[in-house]
């Protein structure tokens, strides 16, 4: 079960995006924690 | 076709499209009334954090539903294009990604949030994926009575992400799903029955008959109209979303009546009232719970978020 060149070219280009939107998510983590760790420390 | 869709790899929408977009809309909605009418003040940012934490939690349990009920969604036309039944991934791909955004709503819930809301999440997702998908819902006509138990956490858990408490509000802005649940998914499953047949899920119009399904519409909607202005009654809320349940309830149960008592089967007309009751249904859902932020808005009472 070779690969076609479509399906090769199809198969990176989907885990391009998910990695792409997995790195946003996880970009989208870290400013939310800093500002979660900010607001936890200004309500003590 | 088949065998080229499970060499591929999922697309990221094929794992959004797990955590039931359009079901968490709804969520969102109520969690988030929850949460603005709840007494006291959140800091905007862990407000924010809960309301994400519970999109999280029933986009986790959403996943994990799929996933147990891969097969049975094949064989409906309402969830046969969903991505399990269309072979776009593999079954335990959803699985993982339902445990893992379930636990990550919880801790986050927990350490960001409070540690009671974060417990009440996680009983809600256990709740859904576990005693309604896994155990109830194969087994008993009053599945959706169960299951509307799961879609009546998030206000609640909104609430007691502002309070740290669980008091007689919140219970009864869970009461007030609970009861609206019935009627709302009967009025669906009485123009979808035959898919439900079909794939051997006991739902009430299959399993008890029409006839007795529109009484049942009828009782939860005439319940549903005191309970829904208890909030008001006990004095959690001004008149404001009082007049507004009244209204709202009077309104559902107006056009509960045609469904609950025609005698004809309803294939002639196409099922139009049933569908009107359904379409109000959604409609009667946002327009309580936005009347609830309404009043609290107007009395001044805790917006301070």
């Known amino acids: 079960m070779s690969l076609t060149p479509e399906e090769e070219k199809e198969i990176r280009r989907r885990q391009r995006s998910r990695n792409t939107v997995l790195a946003l998510v996880l970009v989208g983590f870290v400013v939310l924690f800093y500002f979660i760790t900010i607001a936890r420390i200004g309500g003590q | 076709m088949d065998s080229t869709a499970t060499q591929l790899p999922a697309e990221w929408r094929d794992f959004f499209a797990l955590t039931k977009p359009r079901v968490m809309s709804l969520v969102v ?7 603005l009418a709840a007494p006291g003040s ?22 994990l539903n799929q996933w147990w009920e891969a097969d ?28 893992g955004l379930s636990f990550a709503s919880v801790l986050l819930m927990g350490l960001a949030v409070n540690w009671l809301s974060a417990v009440i999440l996680a009983a809600s997702i256990v709740y859904y994926a576990v005693i309604y998908t896994i155990w ?32 007689l509000m919140p219970v009864l802005l869970f009461a007030i799903i609970f009861m609206w ?82 005698s004809r089967s309803g294939d002639d007309d196409g099922m139009k009232p049933e569908k009107r009751l359904f379409a109000f249904s959604v409609l009667y859902l946002f327009a309580l719970f936005a009347a609830l932020v309404a009043d609290r808005i107007i009395w001044g009472q805790g917006i301070s978020i």
């Open chain 2, 136 to 167: 109830l819902k194969p087994r008993t006509p009053q599945n959706i009575v169960i299951g509307g138990g799961a879609g009546a956490f998030p206000p609640l858990i909104g609430w007691v992400a502002v309070t740290g408490e669980i008091t």
């Open chain 2, 29 to 35: 909605f109520t969690a988030l009334c929850g949460l």
């Open chain 2, 72 to 99: 049975i969604d094949a064989g409906m036309k309402r969830t046969s294009r969903r991505p399990l039944p269309q072979g776009k991934m593999e079954r335990q791909s959803a699985r993982d990604f339902g445990v």
């Open chain 2, 181 to 262: 649940t019935p009627p709302h998914f009967w009025a669906l499953a009485l123009f979808v029955k035959t898919d439900y047949a079909k794939v051997g899920i006991p739902m009430m119009p299959v399993v008890a008959g029409e006839a007795t399904t529109r009484r049942h519409i009828l009782v939860y909607c005439l319940l549903l109209l005191p309970l829904s202005a208890a909030p008001w009654w006990i004095g959690g809320t001004g008149p404001v979303y009082g007049i507004s349940a009244l209204v709202l309830s009077g309104a559902f149960l107006l056009l509960s009546l045609p469904v609950a008592f025609r």
């Open chain 2, 42 to 63: 959140i800091n905007p940012v862990l407000g924010f954090t809960a309301i994400l934490c519970i999109a999280m939690g029933a986009g986790g349990a959403g996943a």
